[in-house]
């Protein structure tokens, strides 16, 4: 079995413009771990599509680099023909990732992503809370512009409301500043929610056809600095998951389109857990996982695609893994 796996950060999405070392390193990790994953499967070999300004030999893959001056795109749709499976590791920005997706979702080959109807949704943030709030799911309070005097706290968020992670989001100090950010030329671009003290929480899910599986549940690593919110890590295994499988179940049920791997964003206080947003592909989160769980990853999710439905049962985590995005580190 070929599996391609198109990292599309690293792989093509920066391509005649400067590539950011914090986006290398984080693309990078991720490709590397699922590359290691997957090729460690009996009968599976790997492809990887690699941008010539990048390290041109991805361990355990055979890596095919788009040299200067050659599209992408041509050389992914080529590769497409040759392969079984298919797996895009990509940003929901800009709908990316739906793109991406949907240009795919017909081909023979599997496509290792959710449907791409439910990447789109879960694309645009404020999309995605309206949608939730019909099957009470609690969530961070989100409105736009518009209506920022039903916020209610006395500091509060803006980000982009098709962003990813802590990407651009800014720290609303006052009710003046929020004022002033609402007012600005491009808020249309923008959600606003309160600032929710608590525990940062990702999930990191196996979704199939409105069920899902919680595979670890991780305390995100993220420090307030200039005005703005840096996520540097996470310790995946961190919690255990008996307290998140009803809220990680309601949002399954919410959104049957989520396939194969899934991270959810969360903030937990004593009184609740509350959604921040749902990513529709691998997080960094699954660079630790496979060492979290004793066992890997990547069989469940050949394994969903293959049956159609979610294994009968998953391991649990035995000890939690560090992800270190600054140090670059695994421990």
């Not at 390290?55 to 392969?83: F, N, Q």
């Amino acid at each position: 079995m070929n599996i391609l796996i198109f990292e599309y950060i690293t792989g093509g999405g920066l391509i005649g413009q400067p590539l950011p070392a914090s986006l290398a390193r984080e693309g990078d990790m991720m490709l590397y771990a699922a590359v290691n994953d997957f090729r460690a499967l009996p009968g599976c070999d790997v492809l990887v599509l690699r941008d010539h300004r990048l390290c041109k030999d991805v361990p355990g893959a055979h890596t095919v680099v788009v040299e200067p001056g050659e599209s992408h795109d041509t050389r992914l749709d080529a590769l497409a023909d040759t392969v079984h499976s298919m797996l895009f590791i990509a940003p929901e920005n800009d709908e990316i990732l739906f793109s991406l997706c949907k240009r795919y979702s017909e081909k023979s080959f599997q496509l290792l992503n959710a449907e791409p109807q439910t990447i789109r949704l879960t694309s645009h943030k404020f999309a995605t809370y309206r949608h939730l709030l019909t099957h009470e799911i609690s969530q961070v309070p989100t409105c736009t512009a518009a209506d920022i005097g039903s916020l209610q706290g006395d500091r509060f968020v803006m980000k982009p409301e098709d962003g990813v992670g802590c990407s651009n989001i800014s720290l609303l100090e006052n009710r003046s500043e929020l004022q002033a950010a609402a007012a600005g030329s491009d808020h249309e671009r923008f959600i606003f929610q309160p600032y929710v003290q608590g525990a940062h929480v990702s999930l990191s899910l196996l979704c199939w056809n409105g069920a899902c599986h919680v595979l670890s549940c991780n305390r995100q690593q993220v420090r307030e600095e200039g005005g703005s919110l840096l996520w540097t890590g996470c310790r995946v295994g961190a919690f255990e998951k008996r307290k998140f499988t009803g809220f990680a179940s309601r949002i399954a049920e919410a959104l049957p389109g989520l396939r194969g791997y899934v991270g959810v964003d969360a903030i937990v206080t004593e009184e609740e857990i509350l959604l921040v947003e749902i990513n529709p592909r691998l997080t960094t989160s699954y660079v630790g996982l496979g060492s979290a769980l004793g066992a890997n990853p990547a069989q469940w999710i050949l394994q969903c695609f293959a049956e159609q439905a979610l294994p009968a049962v998953v391991p649990s985590c035995n000890v939690p893994v560090d992800v270190d995005l600054e140090g670059r580190r695994v421990a």
